[in-house]
C-alpha cells in the first residue's frame, strides 16, 4: 500500500532552520506532485508549498520556504529558515497525480501522518 512517512520535526529555536523530510513508498513517485501542508490545533490545513513531477516547478506560500525532491530517493523535503513560533504545527506531506491549483487538500490522492515541528521563543 501507499506510505508516505514524515521525518525531521522537533524543537527549535526561533531564527533556526529545520529541514523535514517525507519518504513515499508504494506508488512511482515521479509520476506524483509533491504537497506540503501544515495545521494547527483546531486550525484547518493550510497549504504550504507544493513541487512538480520532475521538480522542475515549486509553488511556495511561505518566502523562507523551500521545497525540493529527490525521485531516485523517493522523498520530498521541506526546508525551513528564519523559523517563528507561529511555525509551530503539525507539517504534513501530500501527494497527487494532477493537481490544478495545488492549494485544496481534495487535490491530494495520498498523505502522510504528519512531524510535529516546535520553534521556542
Known amino acids: 500500500q501507499v506510505q508516505l512517512v514524515e521525518s525531521g520535526g522537533g524543537l527549535v529555536q526561533a531564527g533556526g532552520s529545520l529541514r523535514v523530510s517525507c519518504v513515499a513508498s508504494g506508488l512511482t513517485f515521479s509520476s506524483y506532485a509533491m504537497g506540503w501542508f501544515r495545521q494547527a490545533p483546531g486550525k484547518e490545513r493550510e497549504f504550504v508549498g507544493g513541487i512538480s513531477w520532475s521538480g522542475d516547478y515549486t509553488y511556495s506560500v511561505k518566502g523562507r520556504f523551500t521545497i525540493s525532491r529527490d525521485n531516485a530517493k523517493n522523498t520530498v523535503y521541506l526546508q525551513m529558515n528564519s523559523l517563528k513560533p507561529e511555525d509551530t504545527v503539525v507539517y504534513y506531506c501530500?501527494?497527487?497525480?494532477?493537481?490544478?491549483?495545488?492549494?485544496?487538500?481534495?487535490?491530494?490522492?495520498?498523505w502522510g501522518q504528519g512531524t510535529q515541528v516546535t520553534v521556542s521563543s
Open positions: 501530500a501527494a497527487a497525480g494532477f493537481p490544478s491549483t495545488w492549494t485544496h487538500e481534495r487535490e491530494y490522492d495520498y
